[in-house]
Nanobody, 125 residues
C-alpha cells in the first residue's frame, strides 16, 4: 500500500482547507486510513481515521467539530476537511494505513504500517 498526501498550503486563521490522500495497492477492505499531524518539536498526533470497508470513523476530541474525514472509494482517495483553522493547527499532515487494526487501536501511530509523505499546512495571517 502506498499513500500520497496533498493539498497543504498557507491559509488564514478561520479559513478552510481540504487535504487529499491517494491510496494505491491491492484490496483496501481490511485497512483503516488515518490522518496525523506533527508540529516542530512535538510528537505525531492522531487526528481522525476511517475504516475503508463500511466507512466507520473516529476523530480526536481536539479537532472534533472542525475536522472531518471522508473517502471516495471510486477514486481510492481519503479526504480531510479542515474548517475554522487556528494557528496551532500549523503542522506537517500525514496520512497512513493500518491493516487489520481493531477499532480501539486506530488512534495509535504504531498500528499504522504504511505512511505517506507529509503535506505542510501553515495557518497564518
Amino acid at each position: 500500500v502506498q499513500l500520497q498526501a496533498s493539498g497543504g498550503g498557507l491559509v488564514q486563521p478561520g479559513g478552510s482547507l481540504i487535504l487529499s490522500c491517494q491510496v494505491t495497492g491491492p484490496t483496501l477492505d481490511y485497512y483503516a486510513i488515518g490522518w496525523f499531524r506533527q508540529a516542530p518539536g512535538k510528537e505525531r498526533e492522531f487526528l481522525t481515521t476511517i475504516k475503508w470497508s463500511g466507512g466507520a470513523t473516529s476523530t480526536a476530541d481536539s479537532v472534533k467539530g472542525r475536522f472531518t474525514i471522508s473517502r471516495d472509494i471510486a477514486k481510492n482517495t481519503v479526504y480531510l476537511q479542515m474548517n475554522s483553522l487556528k494557528r496551532e493547527d500549523t503542522a506537517a499532515y500525514y496520512c497512513a494505513a493500518a491493516y487489520g487494526a481493531i477499532v480501539t487501536t486506530r488512534t495509535r501511530t504504531d498500528v499504522y504500517q504504511h505512511w505517506g509523505q507529509g503535506t505542510q499546512v501553515t495557518v497564518s495571517s
